[in-house]
């Protein structure tokens, strides 16, 4: 519910997104700003719904190691610490776990993104992978732990 509440807090964000944008040049609050409102209402409302569907793995950790980890990523084009990018840090996490069609399905659409424009698919790539790897030494730690 808390998860929810946000997302409608954060809404009025949507249309501020071209004040959001990040560059050298920008205020240091649209770093953290550009995260929640850089698109628009159909990104937003997917971005939603995958936090939702995350829910039950998310941890402030795992969060902020998702998001350590965009941050260091070389820039591209256009900025890529949005919320889009560390869910795809959690979608990463699940993949192991995934049986194999969703993998392959989750694996094109990852794919998609390459083809389309103003999005910043090597980053969600390597967000993804980023993912499938710390879930694994997760699972190496877990497993030494009993």
């Known amino acids: 519910m808390r ?3 946000m997302y409608v ?3 009025p964000l949507v249309h ?4 959001l944008a990040v560059s050298g040049t920008s205020p240091w609050w649209t ?3 550009y995260m929640f409102g850089h698109a628009g209402w ?3 409302l997917l971005n939603g719904i995958g936090w939702t569907m995350m829910r039950p793995i998310l941890t402030p950790a795992r969060t902020l190691t998702a998001i350590t ?3 260091l990523l070389p820039p591209g084009a256009i900025p890529v610490l949005g919320w889009s990018v560390v869910l795809y840090y959690y ?3 699940c993949l192991a776990g995934m049986k194999t069609g969703d ?3 989750l694996l094109l659409v990852v794919a998609l993104g390459f083809f389309v424009p103003w999005i910043a698919a090597w980053h969600h790539a390597a967000m993804l992978a980023a993912g499938w790897m710390i879930r694994k030494i997760e699972r190496k730690w877990e497993n030494t732990m009993y």
């Open 42 to 44: 159909v990104h937003y």
């Open 103 to 105: 993998r392959i399905r």
């Open 16 to 19: 501020l997104g071209e004040h």
């Open 3 to 5: 998860l929810v509440a």
């Open 9 to 11: 807090l954060l809404a």
């Open 91 to 93: 979608l990463g996490l």
């Open 31 to 33: 770093h953290l700003t």
């Open 69 to 71: 980890i965009a941050a």
